[in-house]
T-cell receptor, first 113, second 109 residues
Framework: NAGVTQTPKFQVLKTGQSMTLQCAQD?????MSWYRQDPGMGLRLIHY???????DQGEVPNGYNVSRSTTEDFPLRLLSAAPSQTSVYFC????????????FGDGTRLSIL | GENVEQHPSTLSVQEGDSAVIKCTYS??????FPWYKQELGKGPQLIID?????GEKKDQRIAVTLNKTAKHFSLHITETQPEDSAVYFC????????FGDGTTLTVKP
């Protein structure tokens, strides 16, 4: 049981490049979320999904796209990378039931030059 | 939307002492409050949670208290050990939580 797996672990991009951060979970969880973590700012919600085919925006969605074609996978796409998107990105999943905690991956550390 | 404030941002204690981290939330409808521990280079991991129908919950050296009237909840760690050194986050909600800004706890041997 791998839990939540994020790839890649590290990535350096140039301004304007695009890329996709991968997230997969093997716990059959309905809910999946993407957060970004910046120094001193905790985790901020980018996008989330309550099930396959359903996504919605979080607190800081601009510059990011998501899709959820399967229960297991929830990729995050940066369309045109900007230095302000330099951050650590975490994917999380949780069961589709009230009051259950989230399970986090170990993050993708992204630098935009 | 929900707003969660966490204090202090840094906390240093001697091994064996207790540590307390406090959080307040703004949405009176919130009913689930998890606490996560994040070690260097890793994702946050749940250490304890509390639901709104409970005032206190304990798990060995860790306890969480909730005051719904005042809209605040606290994490208490007793008999701290060096391996408790990490960043701790409080949060409100499930599925798509709102997080505090984190507390860096250092336990000095």
């Amino acid at each position: 049981n791998a839990g939540v797996t994020q790839t890649p672990k590290f990535q350096v991009l140039k301004t304007g490049q695009s890329m996709t951060l991968q997230c997969a979970q093997d716990m059959n969880h309905e809910y999946m979320s993407w957060y970004r973590q910046d120094p001193g700012m905790g985790l901020r919600l980018i996008h989330y999904s309550v099930g396959a085919g359903i996504t919605d925006q979080g607190e800081v969605p601009n510059g990011y796209n998501v899709s959820r074609s399967t229960t297991e996978d929830f990729p995050l796409r940066l369309l045109s990378a900007a230095p302000s998107q330099t951050s650590v990105y975490f994917c999380a999943s949780s069961p589709g039931q009230d009051n259950q905690p989230q399970h986090f991956g170990d993050g993708t550390r992204l630098s935009i030059l | 939307g929900e707003n969660v404030e966490q204090h202090p941002s840094t906390l240093s204690v001697q091994e064996g002492d207790s540590a307390v981290i406090k959080c307040t939330y703004s949405d009176s409808a919130s009913n689930y409050f998890p606490w996560y521990k994040q070690e260097l280079g890793k994702g946050p991991q749940l250490i304890i949670d509390i639901r709104s129908n409970v005032g206190e919950k304990k798990d060995q050296r860790i306890a969480v208290t909730l005051n719904k009237t005042a809209k605040h909840f606290s994490l208490h760690i007793t008999e701290t050990q060096p391996e408790d050194s990490a960043v701790y986050f409080c949060a409100s909600g499930w599925g798509k939580s709102t997080f505090g800004d984190g507390t860096t706890l250092t336990v000095k041997p």
